[in-house]
């Protein structure tokens, strides 16, 4: 490598290695050094605890009610945005007219913020006003009160959450699909394969590559979420919507602990790390 | 023959319909809370809570966009959104451009590791980096400012972008490039004058998602911006819905505005995505 | 064969110097932003319930230098770059119409005070322990703040804000003191001095449909009984529900059970016990008294609408004012609200005070008392919020701020924010209140049987403290932060939504507050 050469890669890369260590690692960092420490959110005293805060996160159950909340929410959302994002995918590659119209509506949700949307469909699942609940009644399917928000919140969430980002799912995998030869579709319909055939043994292969990125890219994004189940329901009737980032956030900023709240997040930093590592060591260990 | 054509014309008939009763079906699941949205801010009050069930509005009122516009800076928070989502599409590019260039073309000590790790950054909830951020900027005169917010969008834009590029430059030829480092050019113009062209379509995709992040984020702007005069769209919008009393109204209202810009600039990019993100990330 | 294992291992050591070089700007931003910090040494007296006498620097800027508590307080160099003084005001009366008058008070005020610019920001409930938070960490306090008093208490005993004794005393009606003038327990006084200035307080009431009541034959509840019959016998009639239970992870829900929990003969969560502040919940006979009313709310639960799991402030009165519910809880604001939507409704709607449990004769407080204005009926106490203006320490521009509050809170300045949510909204003066304005408002005066009641209430001194003290005089200090937890919010929510057992729920709470008062 020459000088020069090396100068050039220093000068590309230094932009993103200062702002990184500004916006990405100090902050994390300080998170993790918080985790060890006690700290109360109005007085400067930092005091070395060790790991006196992820043990009392332990033996605490509404830890454990969040950790399953989360689970919950993160592989629920990430699969029903897996499918229907993939069915939908499959849907809009058809030509048919009206198809670009189509693709603009059901992308619209991607682009729509999170406070508008979560303020609708809290509206729209709103025992007293909301429009579900009186369709639903109209139709019969239910009789009397339902309490969408409080008896199934956690079901709610879910579904503000796909109908908000299986759109990314979708655009991914119709990004995908354009790179799938026809020729070799056409090639099957000549060997007089069915739907489901062509489906399994061409398209789905075709698209591994892009699924294995969504899946990964989703899970971390629903995982750390925090201002959809915020906004929604505050963590929710009793804890029912409770994931770790709310969780995060009740113990920094409602009852001042900012050493717990930071172990929380740490925690879940952690367990996606490992998640990331494994899943990466498990992609490639199957490419091999 | 007769018989076998009509039914494969039967068929393909058949196909249609059931085609387009999914599409429908889709389209009306994704796009009818959109609807409903724009419908709900134009009824007055008195329908917005009635019992009964309706969707579209019986007596059209534009009380609550009026309300939207007295009650708050709404063109303001709208100037505020759009300058910082520009500035941090703008920078993000900048930045995630050069870098995703190095790392996908040179050698250097932890270029593999950077290649996928660089997503790890997502892995902690960006609710506990507010604080933090937060610290950092009082300390500046960047404070309470467009400019803090652009910096901490950078800590959500920049990891996908610097991903999605270094895998979409790697599926560009390189040929080209060693063709004009033969000839002379520096770095600097290959990039700018050969690679920038071809890689549009993917630095398009990208500047999509950044501009998703900027324009609809909550969380941090939240935080680091407190003055109304540098407060961005939503949580302009939010102050409809806190606690005492919120305005359903005028939330729909102010929501139905604040979507406009993002459904325009979907219609504008809704090409250039796809073809932007078929043609770079799913070849690594 | 020996090349691709120095390759990888170069790889490594270089990977790792790059991640190390990585933590280490990490690690020198961090140490250049926050300075070493001292343990500070935190003493309690053990006779006398003092505060902690805690020091605290400020965690400091370049730019504003802090040590508190000596009566200096800010030196800065800085000033706005237009030279303005700029004085940053936070603020939760986001209702419009208040929202207008104070734009117009800075209009006027800024207009005789040139140098002085002020910037108004106005955020939700939810969010304004964020923002006090941001700031005391950061470093650059509020000049300008209206936070309610059990705040007030929190941030005056972590030695935060500006003593305002010379307000309070300004605004005091002629020939009094303030102790006689002021309303009870709405001034924050401590160690001798004030640290807000009240500009409103407001009383809870239990609103009711007075045409559902005549026509199904019910008079007013005053015991948790009487009230869940009235519940009970509404509940599905007329297109309502009985009761629009707030039930969400709002602040209402702990407002309505403490108040409920006072009108069982319950004090407080929190007592000086044994010489030190401990939670009552686990002790007896508080225990029991909970307990009758998280049972007493589990049953109330059945006769309220199904997603109460998520009602705060806005829904309950919007399960009101639109007609869905017969009977709600909330101060002014939801007669205002209602009259201005729907005053058809309006016409039907009176008020009531929280009915007693089963327990109210214990009465701690000794506040429980009878009501000529609702016929001779008993009702329990309220604790009294009320609001006011603060400066806190370690803004750039305070005693511009104390300017500013002096002009904002005379009798002329502050009608104007009264009128915007009357009966909300009351003054804290009785000299000011003594002057009758109220009484013109059209709001108010279609309802005399309300305020009549009110004025009773008040008289009778049924409002109380909303902390406890301590046998010498000093509040409890972690009001603010008790209130600001979800603590109590969960305890009930635990019970009637996810059907715990009570006995459980209010353990946990009283660990959880255990907890609590260890940081103060």
Not at chain 1, 13 to 20: D, E
Not at chain 3, 281 to 305: G, N
């Amino acid at each position: 490598m020459t000088m020069k050469e090396r100068r050039t890669i220093i000068c590309y890369l230094l932009p993103l290695a200062i702002t990184f260590s500004f916006v990405i690692i100090f902050p994390i960092f300080l998170n993790i050094y918080y985790s060890f420490h006690e700290k109360y959110a109005f007085s400067p005293i930092i005091k070395f605890i060790g790991l006196s805060n992820y043990f009392k996160l332990f033996s605490n159950p509404i830890f454990w009610n969040d950790v399953l909340n989360t689970l919950i929410y993160t592989f629920g959302s990430l699969l029903l945005q897996l499918i229907i994002g993939f069915c939908v995918a499959l849907l809009l590659n058809e030509e048919f007219k009206g198809r670009s119209i189509a693709r603009t509506l059901v992308i619209l949700p991607y682009f729509i913020s999170p406070v508008v949307a979560v303020g609708i469909f809290k509206w729209m699942l709103n025992e007293l006003f909301g429009v579900i609940p009186q369709l639903l009644r109209a139709a019969n399917v239910v009789h009397g009160s339902i309490g969408l928000l409080s008896n199934y919140a956690m079901l709610s969430l879910i579904i503000v959450s796909v109908w908000m980002y299986a759109p990314f799912v979708t655009i991914c995998v119709l990004a995908g699909l354009q790179t799938i030869p026809p020729s070799l579709y056409e090639a099957a319909d000549l060997d007089g394969a069915s739907a489901i055939n062509k489906l399994w043994y061409i398209t789905l292969p075709g698209l591994k590559r892009i699924i294995i990125i969504v899946v990964l890219l989703r899970a971390i994004w629903m995982a750390t979420k925090f201002d959809i189940p915020w906004l929604f329901l505050q963590g929710g009737p009793a804890g029912a919507t409770e994931t770790l980032p709310v969780l995060a956030y009740v113990i920094s900023f409602r009852e001042f602990n900012f050493g717990v709240g930071s172990t929380v997040a740490t925690i879940l930093f952690l367990a996606l790390i490992a998640f990331g590592i494994f899943y990466m060591r498990y992609i490639e260990s199957e490419e091999v | 023959m007769k018989r076998y054509e009509k039914v494969m014309v039967k068929k393909k008939i058949s196909f249609k319909i059931l085609l387009y009763t999914l599409v429908a079906l889709t389209c009306a699941f994704f796009f009818f809370p959109v609807f409903y949205l724009y419908m709900e801010s134009l009824k007055p009050n008195i329908e917005l809570f009635s019992s009964e069930l309706s969707i579209l509005p019986k007596n059209f009122s534009f009380e609550h966009y009026i309300e939207v516009f007295i009650l708050t800076n709404f063109f303001t928070y709208l100037k505020n959104s759009l300058l910082v989502t520009i500035l941090t599409v703008v920078l993000t590019n900048i930045i995630a451009i050069f870098s995703s260039y190095a790392i996908s073309r040179f050698r250097f000590f932890c270029r593999d590791i950077l290649r996928n790790s660089i997503l790890f950054a997502y892995m902690m909830p960006g609710i506990v980096l507010a604080i933090p951020l937060y610290l950092v900027f009082n300390q500046t005169p960047l404070f309470n400012t467009i400019f803090s917010l652009v910096i901490a969008y950078l800590a959500f834009t920049l990891p996908f972008s610097v991903w999605f590029l270094t895998a979409y430059f790697d599926s560009l030829p390189i040929e080209i490039e060693e063709a004009a480092l033969i000839d002379g050019a520096s770095r600097t113009t290959i990039v700018l004058r050969i690679v920038l062209p071809i890689a549009l379509p993917g630095i398009v995709a990208s500047s999509v998602y950044n501009f998703i992040v900027a324009w609809n984020d909550f969380t941090f702007a939240n935080v680091l911006v407190t003055l109304d005069s540098v407060k961005t769209l939503p949580v302009g919008m939010s102050l409809f819905m806190e606690q005492t009393q919120v305005n359903w109204g005028a939330l729909f209202a102010t929501s139905s505005l604040a979507s406009i810009p993002s459904i325009i600039f979907l219609l504008v990019s809704q090409q250039g995505l796809i073809k932007g993100l078929s043609a770079g990330a799913v070849k690594r | 064969m020996s090349e691709p294992k120095k390759v990888d291992r170069r790889k490594f050591i270089y990977a790792g110097l790059g991640a190390v070089a990585l933590i280490a700007i990490g690690a020198a931003a961090y140490v250049a932003m926050n300075p070493p910090v001292v343990t500070q040494t935190v003493t309690t007296s053990t006779t006398v319930p003092t505060t902690s006498v805690v020091t605290t620097t400020v965690p400091t800027t370049s730019v504003v230098t802090t040590t508190i508590p000596t009566t200096s307080v800010v030196t800065t160099t800085t000033t706005a770059p237009s030279g303005k003084k700029v004085l940053r005001w936070l603020t939760t009366e986001t209702a419009t119409a208040s929202m207008e008058v104070f734009k117009k008070w800075i209009n006027e005020y800024t207009t005789t005070h040139p140098d002085v610019e002020i910037q108004l920001e106005a955020t939700s409930w939810d969010e304004i322990y964020t923002k006090i938070l941001s700031a005391v960490a950061a470093g650059t306090g509020y000049e300008l703040l209206h936070a309610v008093n059990y705040n007030v208490v929190m941030l005056a005993k972590m030695d935060l804000l500006l003593p305002v004794d010379e307000i309070i005393k300004l605004n005091t009606g002629p020939g009094r003191t303030p102790d006689e003038d002021y309303f009870p327990y709405t001034r924050v006084v401590i160690n001798g001095h004030d640290y807000m200035v009240p500009y409103r307080t407001g009383p809870q009431f239990i609103w009711y449909r007075k045409d559902l009541f005549t026509k199904y034959n019910l008079s007013i509840p005053s015991t948790y009984d009487e009230l869940l019959n009235c519940a009970k016998t509404l509940n599905g009639k007329d297109g309502v529900y009985g009761y629009g239970l707030p039930l969400g992870r709002g602040g209402l829900t702990q407002e309505l059970f403490t108040n409920f929990v006072m009108g069982n003969g319950c004090k407080f969560y929190v007592d000086w016990v044994d010489g030190r502040w401990d939670t009552t919940l686990d002790k007896s006979p508080w225990r029991e008294k909970v307990k009758e009313t998280l049972l007493f709310y589990k049953e109330l639960m059945k006769y309220a609408p199904p997603d109460c799991g998520t009602y705060s402030y806005n829904e309950v009165i919007n399960s009101y004012v639109y007609g869905k519910v017969a009977m709600a809880n909330y101060a002014g604001r939801l007669l205002v609200n209602l009259e201005n939507t729907n005053p058809d409704l309006g016409s039907k709607t009176s008020a009531f005070g929280f009915p007693v449990g089963p327990g109210w004769k214990d009465d701690p407080l000794g506040i429980i008392k009878t009501y000529d204005t609702m016929g001779g009926l008993r009702f329990g106490p309220q604790p009294i919020f009320s609001y006011g203006w603060c400066v806190m320490k370690n803004s750039k521009y305070p005693y511009e701020a104390l300017d500013f509050i002096a002009y904002c809170s005379r009798h002329e300045k502050n009608l104007e924010l009264w009128n915007t949510v009357p009966l909300h909204e009351m003054p804290a003066i009785k000299s000011q209140r003594e002057v009758g304005w109220y009484l013109e408002n059209p709001i108010l005066k279609k309802h005399p049987d309300v305020l009549k009641f009110s004025d009773e209430y008040e008289a009778k001194g049924s409002y109380t403290w909303f902390a406890p003290r301590g046998p010498n005089g000093p509040l409890f200090p972690a009001v603010g932060q008790l209130f600001g937890t979800l603590i109590i919010t969960d305890m009930v929510q635990a019970v009637c939504l996810k059907n715990t057992n009570p006995d459980q729920a209010i353990d946990e709470a009283a660990t959880k507050i255990k907890e609590l008062l260890k940081q103060t």
